[in-house]
């Protein structure tokens, strides 16, 4: 306890030093933070699993779904299954589309199928009603600070929010729009491109897909999905970006062992007539590194406390102005726990490494010579 | 010189502590010159605007990757209005997966080249008259697929022959030219196409809308809007890197403020020689700059090794670092501004202190 005191007297009495060390520790921590909120929220759009189970029918060959044409015999076919296997199938058309400047993917499909095929969850407004109404997601309406009853045009036409809604699994910056609405505003002759199908209750889904895949009108043209898995594929390359963050967040935070290292270092250069006098008067060599490791460690805990705060400050701004958005789909930057609790033992074991470094060769000091 | 001296005397006196620095100050210019790299890629590939030139897609589309489609009519109607050039284009994305895909261009053989401006790499350009299944390839993706003329390459499961390799230096050096009639049939869109390229200035302008919401844009816009989708991101990155440097310039300024005070006796007695208060701003900068230098260039070092081993590849449209003379550029006035920010303040503060008088009380 005696020894913790003189440590805090000492950083109290060198404050204006501890402060610089500690703010630009906790700079570096705190950007470490953001970048693993970063990689957090782009890995965990591919992690994401949904409770639907839903699969997905549409061509093999094509990336992008808007492209895609969904042949009414295979409608035909998975409606066969119905109602022993299947339990439900929505036929749904896509396109990506630039909607307030943003590129967003606008799903038709029939409204009745919106909440027990598609799982949408309405949080605010109503569903569509009337003509030229649309439902957006919430991250689009977030990010782009849209209301109930705000106007948006899509394909040269104006469109009016009448809701608000969540989707289960990964989210897209999407507009739904009723299904007769897409045919009157696309005429694309009423080309479906992905049929949602839902397994009957009791039924495996894995064996459902294994039956569709195996049914000789789709085998070849044709690939079933997991919904999500689908989605995920689609939006392989933000992997790239994720490993990307997560790697220079990691060499950002080599930022802690220099910062400690280099007060450690500079501590001991300022310091010799006192560690002299220290060494003097009976303290051992081992004991002066275990202060000198504390004081290090105590500056990095309050460099952690402050990179912390910077960051939940920097994230709660950044998530008022709703998920960022790219290619259409929203990421949402969260601090977890764990990523405070694996920070905290990042930030202690590099802090320990850089004090270690720094004072390696003090069983090498001699009074006489530090007091010279 | 003397001061100089005495400077550089100091940070070799205290090497590890300066070889620590140097490694702290490179992080964020690693960062930053990632991140530059980065955006200069994203910006120098898809961010071109051409002036002569104007797209008709589907309103609200990107065309010029995918996602527009039209009916042939349009291109009667465009002819209608008198335009000396009206070329039909399709554009899209094929493949079974986001590894193999490819941004697929059909183009009619006879007028393709009069709106885009390539360079032939190897081999020979698709010509009017040639048979269907041949193909040009773009230089990235040829170099991605080991491909070279002769060579067959899959296009949505059916064989095409590479007659040559061609380079735009814009995305559409990731793409595979093939006529437009074969992308077409592939597709099975019948007569539609993605777009028309028209001239600009003459019956149509920027903004115009046809019936059937057909827009009229300038040739580049898709790009444009691919490189304002990724701006939040780098948004964000460029927060996050400039709070580092911010870091780094504090650190730097710590150091060098405790390097100074250490040699606070040295300095002392030269100011009481003669030496001015500028002197001492001498002493602090060569410091810093020797430090901010070397982190540049171990951040530049850093960086371009990162950038070579990764690159962003989503559904045939990819983002590579480019480390342009900009990007160098930029990247310096970064090291610099941390540099300047570093040294001024332990200048500020050593220039506050009368160090004759410290002296003597010493």
């Given at each position: 306890m005696s020894g913790l005191s003189f440590v805090l007297k000492d950083m109290l009495h060198d404050r204006s030093r501890v402060a610089l060390s500690v703010i630009g520790m906790g700079v570096v921590i705190g950007g470490y933070f953001i970048l693993a909120a970063l990689s957090g929220a782009l890995s965990g759009v591919l992690e994401t699993t949904s409770i639907s189970r839903n699969l997905i029918v549409i061509q093999n060959d094509m990336i992008d779904p808007s492209d895609a044409i969904l042949e009414a015999h295979i409608i035909q076919a998975v409606q066969?299954?119905?109602?022993?296997?299947?339990?439900r199938i929505s036929p749904t058309v896509f396109r990506h589309t630039r909607v307030g400047g943003q590129v967003v993917q606008l799903r038709a499909a029939a409204l009745e199928d919106w909440q027990p095929v598609h799982h949408l969850k309405l949080i605010e407004g109503a569903w569509p009603a009337h003509d030229r109404e649309v439902v957006i997601g919430e991250g689009l309406a977030q990010s782009n600070d849209w209301q109930v009853g705000s106007s948006v045009q899509i394909f040269g036409s104006d469109f009016s929010i009448s809701g608000i809604c969540r989707s289960p699994g990964?989210?897209?910056?999407t507009v739904w729009m009723p299904i007769d609405t897409f045919w009157a505003l696309f005429d694309t002759n009423h080309h479906y491109q992905g049929l949602f199908v839902q397994a009957a209750l009791g039924v495996d889904p894995d064996v459902l897909k294994t039956r569709l895949q195996n049914d000789p009108r789709l085998v070849d043209h044709y690939a079933v999905y997991f919904e999500d898995n689908y989605s995920r594929q689609n939006i392989r390359g933000v992997q790239d970006m994720s490993s990307l963050m997560r790697l220079v967040s990691g060499v950002a935070l080599l930022g802690i062992v220099f910062g400690v290292y280099n007060a450690t270092t500079l501590s001991l250069a300022e310091h010799t007539r006192e560690l002299g006098i220290l060494l003097g008067i009976g303290f051992s060599h081992a004991r002066l590194r275990g202060l000198l490791w504390v004081r290090s460690l105590l500056q990095a805990l309050l460099a952690f406390g402050v990179g912390l705060v910077a960051a939940l400050i920097y994230l709660h701004a950044q998530q008022s102005s709703g998920p960022l958005v790219i290619l259409g789909v929203p990421f949402s930057m969260q601090f977890t726990p764990w990523m405070g609790l694996s920070g905290l033992a990042w930030v202690s074991g590099l802090a320990f490494l850089g004090a270690w470094l720094s004072t390696r060769r003090m069983f090498n000091l001699r009074v006489v010579e530090l007091l010279r | 010189m003397t001061i100089l001296r005495l400077g550089i005397g100091e940070l070799l006196h205290h090497k590890r502590l300066a070889l620590v620095m140097t490694l702290a100050a490179g992080i964020p210019l690693m960062v930053y010159f990632l991140l530059s790299a980065y955006q200069a890629g994203l910006e120098s590939r898809y961010a071109e605007r051409y002036e002569d030139f104007l797209l008709v897609q589907t309103s609200g589309s990107l065309g010029e990757f995918y996602g527009s489609r039209m009916l042939a009519s349009v291109g009667d109607t465009l002819r209608a209005a008198g335009l000396s050039l009206v070329v039909p284009e399709i554009h899209t994305v094929v493949g079974t997966t986001t590894e193999n895909a490819v941004l697929l261009r059909g183009i009619p053989l006879d007028t393709y080249a009069r709106v885009e401006e390539y360079k032939m790499v190897s081999g020979r350009p698709l010509m009017a008259g040639d048979t269907p299944r041949l193909a040009m390839l773009g230089a990235r993706l040829a170099e991605e697929r080991q491909l070279l003329p002769g060579d067959v390459i899959q296009v949505r499961g059916r064989d095409f022959q590479v007659v040559g390799i061609f380079d735009?230096?814009?995305?559409?050096?990731n793409e595979v030219w093939i006529s437009l009639a074969d992308a077409q049939a592939l597709l099975g869109?019948?007569?539609?196409?993605?777009v028309y390229v028209i001239p600009n200035g003459e019956a149509f302008r920027e903004g115009d809308t046809l019936p059937g919401r057909i827009s009229i844009v300038r040739k580049g816009d898709s790009g444009a809007a691919m490189v304002a989708e990724w701006q939040p991101f780098f948004r964000l990155l460029t927060h996050v890197s400039v709070a580092l440097g911010a870091a780094s310039a504090v650190a730097l300024g710590s150091i060098l403020w405790r390097l100074a005070w250490l040699q606070r006796r040295e300095l002392a007695i030269l100011r009481s020689i003669g030496f001015g208060k500028r002197s001492l701003v001498a002493y602090l900068l060569l410091q810093g700059s020797l430090i901010t230098l070397a982190g540049f260039i171990l951040g530049a070092v850093g960086a371009m090794v990162l950038g070579r081993l990764s690159a962003v590849k989503a559904a045939g449209i990819s983002i590579q670092a480019v480390f342009d003379g900009q990007v160098i550029l930029a990247s310096f006035l970064f090291a610099m501004l941390i540099s300047l920010a570093g040294t001024s303040l332990p200048a500020w503060w050593l220039n506050r202190f009368n160090l004759t008088m410290l002296l003597r009380a010493e």
């Amino acid at each position: 306890m005696s020894g913790l005191s003189f440590v805090l007297k000492d950083m109290l009495h060198d404050r204006s030093r501890v402060a610089l060390s500690v703010i630009g520790m906790g700079v570096v921590i705190g950007g470490y933070f953001i970048l693993a909120a970063l990689s957090g929220a782009l890995s965990g759009v591919l992690e994401t699993t949904s409770i639907s189970r839903n699969l997905i029918v549409i061509q093999n060959d094509m990336i992008d779904p808007s492209d895609a044409i969904l042949e009414a015999h295979i409608i035909q076919a998975v409606q066969e299954l119905m109602p022993g296997t299947v339990s439900r199938i929505s036929p749904t058309v896509f396109r990506h589309t630039r909607v307030g400047g943003q590129v967003v993917q606008l799903r038709a499909a029939a409204l009745e199928d919106w909440q027990p095929v598609h799982h949408l969850k309405l949080i605010e407004g109503a569903w569509p009603a009337h003509d030229r109404e649309v439902v957006i997601g919430e991250g689009l309406a977030q990010s782009n600070d849209w209301q109930v009853g705000s106007s948006v045009q899509i394909f040269g036409s104006d469109f009016s929010i009448s809701g608000i809604c969540r989707s289960p699994g990964i989210a897209f910056a999407t507009v739904w729009m009723p299904i007769d609405t897409f045919w009157a505003l696309f005429d694309t002759n009423h080309h479906y491109q992905g049929l949602f199908v839902q397994a009957a209750l009791g039924v495996d889904p894995d064996v459902l897909k294994t039956r569709l895949q195996n049914d000789p009108r789709l085998v070849d043209h044709y690939a079933v999905y997991f919904e999500d898995n689908y989605s995920r594929q689609n939006i392989r390359g933000v992997q790239d970006m994720s490993s990307l963050m997560r790697l220079v967040s990691g060499v950002a935070l080599l930022g802690i062992v220099f910062g400690v290292y280099n007060a450690t270092t500079l501590s001991l250069a300022e310091h010799t007539r006192e560690l002299g006098i220290l060494l003097g008067i009976g303290f051992s060599h081992a004991r002066l590194r275990g202060l000198l490791w504390v004081r290090s460690l105590l500056q990095a805990l309050l460099a952690f406390g402050v990179g912390l705060v910077a960051a939940l400050i920097y994230l709660h701004a950044q998530q008022s102005s709703g998920p960022l958005v790219i290619l259409g789909v929203p990421f949402s930057m969260q601090f977890t726990p764990w990523m405070g609790l694996s920070g905290l033992a990042w930030v202690s074991g590099l802090a320990f490494l850089g004090a270690w470094l720094s004072t390696r060769r003090m069983f090498n000091l001699r009074v006489v010579e530090l007091l010279r | 010189m003397t001061i100089l001296r005495l400077g550089i005397g100091e940070l070799l006196h205290h090497k590890r502590l300066a070889l620590v620095m140097t490694l702290a100050a490179g992080i964020p210019l690693m960062v930053y010159f990632l991140l530059s790299a980065y955006q200069a890629g994203l910006e120098s590939r898809y961010a071109e605007r051409y002036e002569d030139f104007l797209l008709v897609q589907t309103s609200g589309s990107l065309g010029e990757f995918y996602g527009s489609r039209m009916l042939a009519s349009v291109g009667d109607t465009l002819r209608a209005a008198g335009l000396s050039l009206v070329v039909p284009e399709i554009h899209t994305v094929v493949g079974t997966t986001t590894e193999n895909a490819v941004l697929l261009r059909g183009i009619p053989l006879d007028t393709y080249a009069r709106v885009e401006e390539y360079k032939m790499v190897s081999g020979r350009p698709l010509m009017a008259g040639d048979t269907p299944r041949l193909a040009m390839l773009g230089a990235r993706l040829a170099e991605e697929r080991q491909l070279l003329p002769g060579d067959v390459i899959q296009v949505r499961g059916r064989d095409f022959q590479v007659v040559g390799i061609f380079d735009v230096g814009t995305y559409a050096s990731n793409e595979v030219w093939i006529s437009l009639a074969d992308a077409q049939a592939l597709l099975g869109w019948g007569t539609d196409v993605s777009v028309y390229v028209i001239p600009n200035g003459e019956a149509f302008r920027e903004g115009d809308t046809l019936p059937g919401r057909i827009s009229i844009v300038r040739k580049g816009d898709s790009g444009a809007a691919m490189v304002a989708e990724w701006q939040p991101f780098f948004r964000l990155l460029t927060h996050v890197s400039v709070a580092l440097g911010a870091a780094s310039a504090v650190a730097l300024g710590s150091i060098l403020w405790r390097l100074a005070w250490l040699q606070r006796r040295e300095l002392a007695i030269l100011r009481s020689i003669g030496f001015g208060k500028r002197s001492l701003v001498a002493y602090l900068l060569l410091q810093g700059s020797l430090i901010t230098l070397a982190g540049f260039i171990l951040g530049a070092v850093g960086a371009m090794v990162l950038g070579r081993l990764s690159a962003v590849k989503a559904a045939g449209i990819s983002i590579q670092a480019v480390f342009d003379g900009q990007v160098i550029l930029a990247s310096f006035l970064f090291a610099m501004l941390i540099s300047l920010a570093g040294t001024s303040l332990p200048a500020w503060w050593l220039n506050r202190f009368n160090l004759t008088m410290l002296l003597r009380a010493e």
